[in-house]
């Protein structure tokens, strides 16, 4: 069945450093591809999301191409802020296996003043 | 209310108990999902409704769970002679569309259930 793999964590950087988390995915139809956020004591929100192959999603200074040929979509960050701490979770939608979000195991995600 | 709604925040229960958990979504969203998402995992599917049908249960880990949606609203999350496996937090998330629908997913704060 389909399934979401991302690089494990958890993720400690500095202030204004390069992120890179990575996800990958196997799915047999066509899906859409989402990264979602879980603030702390907070519910799951949509970061981003891309629809078909080239797409790149991005929302705030987070960026991720939907890469069809590596079956891919890593999230970046070109300057990351101790606001950023959070959990990452990669997800997929596969709308001709009944539509359900898909998640990948999370990457929990610490900045550091 | 704005946003999806989880009650309780949190429960206790001993071994053997049922608990129920409810859910209410956003006003007027025709499609409802339950996840479980154990400690340091990320949140696994247990069933899906579309208004009051359920469409979708492949999810349920056991038939000691059980879901309702009876007016295509709010929605009760059932677990009977809970185990300490069910341990986890319960997540309800609602949206706009029904089936194939390519809306945003919103998803409520969750329900912790420990249980001892």
């Known amino acids: 069945g389909d399934s979401v793999t991302q690089m494990e964590g958890p993720v400690t950087l500095s202030e204004e450093a390069f992120l890179t988390i990575n996800c990958t995915y196997t799915?047999?139809?066509?899906?859409?591809l989402f990264w979602y956020v879980q603030y702390p004591g907070e519910g799951l929100q949509l970061l981003l999301k891309a629809t078909k192959a080239d797409d790149k999603g991005s929302n705030k200074g987070f960026e991720a191409t939907y890469r069809k040929e590596t079956t891919s979509f890593h999230l970046e960050k070109g300057s990351v802020q101790v606001s950023d701490s959070a959990v990452y979770f990669c997800a997929l939608r596969d709308y001709n296996q009944g539509g359900k979000l898909i998640f990948g195991q999370g990457t929990e995600l610490s900045v550091k003043p | 209310g704005a946003g999806v709604s989880q009650s309780p925040r949190y429960k206790v229960a001993k071994r053997g108990q049922d608990v129920a958990l409810r859910c209410d979504p956003i006003s007027g969203h025709v499609s409802l999902f339950w996840y479980q998402q154990a400690l340091g995992q990320g949140p696994e599917f247990l069933t899906y409704?579309?208004?009051?049908?359920?469409?979708?249960k492949s999810g349920l880990p056991s038939d000691r769970f059980f879901a309702e949606r009876p007016e295509g609203s709010v929605s009760t999350l059932k677990i009977q002679r809970t185990q300490q496996e069910d341990s986890a937090v319960y997540l309800c998330?609602?949206?706009?569309?029904?089936?194939?629908?390519?809306?945003?997913?919103?998803f409520g704060e969750g329900s912790r259930l420990t249980v001892l």
């Open positions: 799915a047999t139809g066509y899906p859409s």
């Open positions: 409704f579309q208004n009051e049908a359920q469409l979708d």
């Open positions: 998330a609602s949206s706009l569309g029904g089936l194939g629908n390519t809306g945003e997913l919103f």
